[in-house]
């Protein structure tokens, strides 16, 4: 598998890029709006055609480019029917989905956001704000739920092999990947922790909401092609 | 091999974490002092040893945690006889460090800055500021040479196999990484430029000096132990 790992330092966002070194066809994960060109530009650099972007779920921090790679490519969009309904295809888990010869597996991890979705493939896990290195998303709005998210921390991403590599949608520490072992060890809010105490150390957090929430979920729910959060003072 | 990519947003510098999962050895690629809590705290929970610490030149836009890391852990610090003089061992081109079972083997690639040393470990390479993704190290200070760094990358990174995947020094773009056959075809100032091109394009270039340079590099060749750039004030 050809694996990019690409970073928006704005918002501290990864995207990832996975192609099949055979038949040249490439999914991006969780692309951003003012990343569109370089991403693109990586595209053709290395030969690839985009065939489809995974959102893992509607964003409140960064606007994507689902709705533009999907206008300049061609590329299929794909997120959880509880998302944006701009969608070609909705994501239910156990759904897989073919990239050439890759298969990524849908596993629903609702809890930071009701239609969070966590991918797996070939040994490598894409769990967007569900599960981050050392930490999780935050579940104060969105429709987000501290104990659905424990849940399905515990119950879906914790039961995937210790070995299965970990990559986040955000990292705020300099962290590019870890595991599951890993982070069933040392994830602060997790390791030796139940189900009560995550939900009151999720629920006794207090943190400004994220700046871009009023303008990024809408544009989000449109995959990111409302002209209003395309027009370079709200971007 | 265990391998961990590891970034300072403040600098935008990669540290890189690698070790034997056999003996638990580790050795840690330019480590950035304002992240040495975290760089300890995570071979801790990973159950490494740092044993050496190696540098790939002095650095001047951030000052390295090399002489703490030793103090703390024991680990051997090693770098060019051309950079610090701090350092427990000399690297020179052709040498083999090994961790655990190991092997790095040492590229002289000066023309960034006199010192400037690559490390290569199973197909991965550590190029320090010499070959960025899509780019290069500047050469206008610390006995910078363009045509010098046209003839290190060209003659001795470009001569590696085109699937070496290519870990640089820092990113400014979101890039984590690339491969040598990626630069040599897309590299914007190497590909199809020639050693003129080069040395031309990199002389015409007007940056302001690094914001450091000055408490950098001094502190850089005492391995980041200069009791004046520890003070929060200047460092």
Redesign the interface.
Known sequence: MLF??????ES?TY?YLLADPATREAVLIDPVLE?VE?DLRLLT??GLKLTVVMETHVHADHITSAGLLRARTGAQVMASPRGAPCVDRQLVHGDQVRVGGLELRVLETPGHTDDSLSFLCDGRLFTGDALLVRGTGRTDFQNGDSGQLYDSITRELFTLPDATELYPGH?Y?????SSVG?EK??NPRLAGKSREDFITFMNERRIPPPRKLDVAVPANRACGLDPEPLSPSSA
């Open positions: 990019r790992q690409l970073f928006d330092a501290s995207t990343q370089r650099e290395l990292d520490a300099g962290f590019t990947a890993e060890r040392h």
